[in-house]
């Protein structure tokens, strides 16, 4: 009884997990990464469009990015949302075919900065966690006062949900120590 409430927290964890590596996909690292221009919405043709939908991106090397709009009509509205994005800070450019831009190399002081917000999403992916645990403790704690557990089966679930938030956070902590020796590698 006590088995399948435990269990349905972890997918509820996978996902704070997908969630947090999606976020850290989108950190600019001073490495060419398609993430970081997938979440770019481009107003074209009087409606917002995720960037993905109406061209191709592809990293051709190390430091640049190349996106390779469907319709050539739409190269203005990519290059203009392009700039406009406050984090990415980069200027395009287009020979008539294709849109490219490169990735400079980080300064020591923006790579700390980077760690820092970091920091916080991985801060938000813990406190995801805990949002989870504090469910799955609650519903425990429902069906113990309805006497539908015992308390050891209520101790036991505690038990075993506490195990699984470890594994969690030691998997938050590898994928953050990973991030970070990616972010300070020069």
Known sequence: MIR??????????????EHLQGELNSL???RASAALVDGIMVEYFDAMQPLKAIASISTPDARTIAITPWDK????AIEKAIRETQSLGLTPSNDGQVIRFSIP??????RREIVKSLGSKIEDC???LRNVR???????KRLEK???VTQDDAKFAEAELNKKIDQFHKRIEEIEAAKTAEIMAI
């Not at 972890?10 to 997990?17: G, L, Y």
């Open 134 to 140: 504090q469910d799955t403790l609650r519903e425990v």
């Open 126 to 128: 813990r406190i995801s």
């Open 146 to 148: 309805d006497k539908q």
């Open 73 to 76: 009509g739409a190269m203005t």
């Open 28 to 30: 600019r690292t001073g």
């Open 105 to 110: 190399p980080l300064t020591e002081e923006r």
């Open 4 to 17: 399948p409430i435990v269990d349905s927290a972890t997918p509820k964890m996978e996902k704070a997990i």
